[in-house]
């Protein structure tokens, strides 16, 4: 692990993405709440938030940093669901990781609840950090 104890604490944001590409029939089902699973957005919310509490277990070389702050929503279109995760923290290391491991595993829970419905018709693609604050490297915004 990289030694951030002289970094000074500092509120950090990032903002992540994903975007999972979903038949335009299962998309209804899963805006309608009708998945035999159930409520899958829900679900994959629930899976996000953990997913980024616990990023630093998931990541060797990551440093455990408190979550204090994770919203996470949903774009659609007719035949995509855009996952985007905007998490907060005071620390002396950023909160990218964890943004971008939340934006994964909610993709990849809704990617496993909306399967029965879609079989292999379904791809998660574009996880992307969209924007960071704070922190010695600066300000990044993806163009």
């Known amino acids: 692990m990289r030694d951030v104890s002289p970094k000074e604490v500092t509120l950090r944001v990032a903002v992540a993405q994903a975007v999972v590409d979903?038949?335009?029939?299962?998309?209804?089902?899963?805006?309608?709440?009708?998945?035999?699973?159930?409520?899958?957005?829900?679900?994959?919310?629930?899976?996000g938030i953990l997913?980024?509490?616990?990023?630093?277990?998931?990541?060797?070389?990551?440093?455990?940093?408190?979550?204090?702050?994770?919203?996470?929503?949903?774009?659609?279109?007719?035949?995509?669901?855009?996952?985007?995760?905007?998490?907060?923290?005071?620390?002396?290391?950023?909160?990218?990781?964890?943004?971008?491991?939340?934006?994964?595993?909610?993709?990849?829970c809704l990617y496993d609840m909306l399967k029965p419905h879609a079989g292999t018709d379904l791809r998660i693609r574009d996880v992307l950090l969209l924007k960071k604050t704070g922190g010695k490297s600066g300000d990044f915004l993806r163009a």
């Open 51 to 108: 997913a980024a509490k616990r990023t630093w277990e998931l990541l060797p070389l990551c440093h455990p940093i408190p979550v204090e702050r994770l919203d996470l929503t949903y774009a659609f279109t007719e035949t995509t669901v855009t996952v985007l995760v905007e998490v907060a923290t005071h620390a002396r290391t950023g909160i990218e990781m964890e943004a971008l491991t939340a934006a994964s595993i909610a993709s990849l």
């Open 22 to 47: 979903v038949p335009a029939e299962v998309l209804i089902r899963l805006r309608e709440k009708t998945l035999d699973k159930g409520d899958a957005l829900e679900i994959s919310r629930a899976a």
